[in-house]
């Protein structure tokens, strides 16, 4: 968890502020960033996940359950994610995508390669309640 605090603080002091389209809290919700729907089954599914599915009370959700925020629906909790995390879309060379399960949100944030950049690593994932309070956080 630790772990996860220190590259979220890193990434959001080093990254762009997401002054550009795209950022604020009034935006609509983020479109669905590549691998990132798969790593919110992957922490439903896997066995190594077991232990923090049953921390975060999602024991047993079918991955079908793993539902992208939409604007129609979501408009204001991806207001508040956005007011949160630095806006929908991508701040810099990351991306967010938010999903929701039950009584979970999951923000996944995805970094975005562009020209020759490439960059390997883990990808945060956090997890919300349903008053969008951290529930748990993990890196994948």
């Known amino acids: 968890m630790i772990y996860l605090i220190a590259v979220l603080g890193a990434f959001l ?4 502020t997401g002054t550009g389209p795209g950022s604020g809290g009034s935006l609509p919700c983020p479109v669905e960033a590549p691998r990132t ?15 923090a599915r049953q921390q975060i009370n999602l024991v047993g959700v079918d991955p079908s359950q793993v539902r992208l925020l939409a604007d129609a629906t979501d408009a204001n909790t991806c207001g508040s994610l956005n ?16 999903y929701n399960v039950r009584d979970r949100y999951f923000v996944v944030m995805h970094y975005v ?5 490439f960059r390997a690593g883990l990808v945060p994932l956090i ?6 309070n951290q529930v748990g956080g993990y890196t994948m």
Do not use: H
């Open 113 to 117: 390669q562009s020209g020759n950049t």
């Open 127 to 132: 997890v919300l309640d349903g008053n969008l």
């Open 13 to 16: 002091m080093a990254g762009e």
């Open 83 to 98: 007011a949160e995390f630095g806006g929908a879309g991508a701040s810099g060379s990351w991306q967010w995508s938010y």
């Open 37 to 51: 729907r798969a790593l919110v089954v992957k922490l439903l599914t896997s066995p190594e996940y077991e232990t």
